[in-house]
């Protein structure tokens, strides 16, 4: 609000009143007493963003005005008789016409506000630089002085780097666009001709409907309650929100899309811009007055209709025009409503889960990531997949510390000497033929590894989270496989617990070859599953890329939590295994418990060597040259009369 006396804005709600406009300037002095004939000045703006008046005035006579800087601004007279200034400040000419017959020179200008209407370039600066510091620096930029002694919300937010130099086409206004919108301010030029980031601001002030020709009212709007930072096109929103409020008022979402200044640190930044809308609301209005004057944009007022009903507003339009009179518009028009589609966006209080895609226009390069962490029986799985693109190079990285399977060793790549898999339980008196298979490579198994049963059954229990069709956050489970059946004999896959059963059956007289089943949009009744594989005697019954998932539908194959294994190296919780898949029951271990090398001597699997905290035990020793323990070291002794060890002093090398 311009600062006036109580005299002054009691003189402006008379009915009656006596009014001097006058534009000034360099060795320039006009007045309605002399040639100006009117003046307009008007701004038109919204929450969080930037603020330019224009003024539009006609003069009696010719004069050369264009591309200098006047003051515009009208005096009331007091009831002591003296005038008292309004002056909104400075304004550049930037269109004059003038028509011959009439003699009328028409003029338009603007306020400092468009000193940033030029391209950006880049501050002579060290970074990092506190948000304030750098919006001083802006200002400095583009001829302007900061009326701030402090930034909303963000005051202390660090800039790390240039962020524009490399976008086309940005200017100094745009950029305070950006601040306006993690600050929760509106950006205006003041009557002293400096820019301010002014928050809503409650003025204190009631416009009666005596003070108004007409009057209308909308529907609220607000209250924030959604604050929505995002990237687009692409949608990659993250969000905040009060649940409480949307619940009682309905959503009102405040969305600010590509801001440079937190893009790359939006977690951090949604807290305190949050902090700085939630709340805000005001009516919609547009109220003709009888000539007030000294309200700016983001002035926050009552407005009291003619029934004593009070409405809480704030400014973002106006227009006041002096023409021997005084005519004044003031308005808000109700932000336009955005709707995010939260069930693909991200409140940060899930962050675990994280997909995103970052454009950075500075850099000129793009990266979309996905990462997820996530808790399974008290294993934390982490993965990610991300692909960074620049002007050279589109490159692809994939993390994956754990898989999706809740299945252990699902195609027994372990298994011990006898050859029972490690997390199987295996009855039945049958055979059970553990083995690689290009067939079944070549058939659309990803994992190239079968396992056979013949009047044989194995069976392992998985931990799942019990579920009922009215938890909200209910959790569904799939499961997959590959079969090979010959025409004799049965098959099944069974998966059951105390309360359910699903069944895969394969019947005598049906073969199959690697044909893929499904049990889709499991939701347990029970916190496990048995998964349970049987095939009668002659069957054959050969199973690959076994999958037991989260998700409503199957999942490609992959190893389990923890799990890195093949035909020759196995790792799991437990360690590492070395294995031949030529020399069986030639090994070596690599454990929290042992680092130890096994081998199949005679028949009988036997530990050859091991290290034990400082000392290594080997089974046999060969050195081919010799055997060093300063001060001594054994060398061979293959020639003369005296063939042996030889036990000579070792001799340091100079």
């Known amino acids: 609000m311009i600062a006036v006396s109580s005299d002054f804005k009691n003189a ?199 003070n108004m020709f007409k009057l209308k009212l909308e529907p609220k709007y607000g209250e924030i309650n959604s604050v929505v930072l995002s990237r687009t096109p692409q949608e990659d929103n993250i969000y905040k929100q009060d649940e409480q409020s949307i619940e009682d008022n309905g959503l009102t979402e405040w969305k600010i899309e590509n801001n440079e200044i937190i893009d790359k640190d939006r977690d951090n930044a949604l807290v305190p811009i949050y902090n700085a809308m939630h709340g ?60 995010t589609q939260y069930q693909y966006a991200t409140s940060i209080t899930k962050r675990i889960k994280n997909t995103e895609i970052i454009v950075d226009k500075q850099e000129q390069n793009i990266q979309s990531l996905v990462t997820d962490m996530y808790d399974e029986n008290g294993k934390i799985n982490e993965k990610f997949t991300k692909v960074y693109q620049d002007i050279d190079n589109i490159i692809n990285s994939v993390q994956s510390s754990g898989g999706a399977n809740l299945i252990q060793n699902s195609v027994m790549f372990a298994y011990d000497n006898e050859g029972v898999p490690n997390n199987w339980e295996v009855t039945g008196n049958g055979t059970l033929e553990i083995k690689s298979s290009s067939e079944a490579m070549s058939n659309g198994s990803l994992s190239g590894h079968i396992f056979t049963l013949n009047n044989k059954t194995v069976r392992q229990t998985i931990k799942v989270r019990a579920n009922d069709e009215t938890d909200p956050n209910k959790t569904y489970y799939s499961f997959s496989t590959k079969i090979k059946k010959n025409a004799t004999g049965t098959c099944y896959v069974r998966l059951y617990n105390s309360n359910e059963e699903y069944r895969i059956d394969i019947p005598a007289g049906e073969s199959v070859f690697y044909e893929e089943y499904e049990i889709s949009k499991l939701l347990p009744k029970d916190d496990y599953y048995i998964i349970e594989f049987y095939g009668s005697a002659d069957s054959d019954a050969t199973f690959t890329d076994n999958m037991f998932s989260i998700g409503d539908y199957k999942s490609q194959w992959t190893q389990a939590n923890g799990e890195v294994m093949n035909t020759q190296v196995n790792i799991n919780l437990d360690g590492i295994l070395i294995k031949s898949s030529v020399y069986l029951g030639d090994y070596t271990v690599v454990s929290p418990l042992e680092f130890a090398g096994y081998s199949n001597i005679n028949g009988t699997i036997t530990k050859v060597f091991s290290l034990n905290k400082d000392t290594t035990l080997v089974k046999k020793l060969g050195a081919e040259e010799e055997i060093a323990m300063p001060p001594i070291k054994i060398v061979p002794r293959t020639e003369g009369d005296l063939q042996g060890w030889a036990f000579v002093p070792t001799v340091e090398e100079v």
């Open 12 to 210: 402006m709600k008379q009915p009656v009143k006596e009014l001097q406009a006058f534009i000034t300037g360099d060795d320039i002095e006009i007045s309605d007493e002399t040639d100006l004939i009117e003046f307009k000045i008007s701004a038109d703006s919204g929450l969080c963003k930037t603020t330019m008046r224009k003024l539009e005035a006609k003069i009696l006579g010719n004069y050369n005005l264009l591309g200098q800087w006047v003051h515009v601004g009208f005096s009331v007279k007091l009831p002591d008789g003296t005038f008292e200034p309004l002056d909104y400040g400075s304004f550049l000419i930037t269109e004059t016409t003038s028509v011959k017959d009439t003699e009328v020179t028409t003029i338009t200008g603007y306020d400092k506000m468009i000193n940033a209407m030029t391209p950006y370039g880049p501050l002579n600066i060290v970074y990092p630089i506190t948000l304030f510091n750098y919006t001083e620096a802006l200002c400095n930029a583009c001829g302007l002085s900061l009326e701030n002694e402090t930034l909303p919300a963000m005051n202390n937010w660090s800039i790390t780097k240039e962020l524009w130099e490399n976008i086309d086409g940005i200017t100094y206004r745009d950029i305070f666009e950006q601040i306006a919108q993690v600050t929760g301010s509106t950006v205006i030029i003041t009557d002293e001709d400096k820019i301010y980031f002014k928050p809503l601001t409650d003025t204190g002030e009631e416009l009666t409907y005596d």
């Open 280 to 339: 805000i609301e005001f009516y919609p209005f547009e109220i003709t007055t009888e000539g007030l004057g000294w309200y700016e944009i983001g002035d926050s007022f009552d407005i009291i209709n003619e029934y004593g009903d009070v409405f809480n507003t704030s400014l973002f339009n106006f227009s006041i025009t002096i023409d021997g009179g005084i005519k004044e518009t003031l308005k808000t028009v109700a932000e336009t409503k955005t709707k």
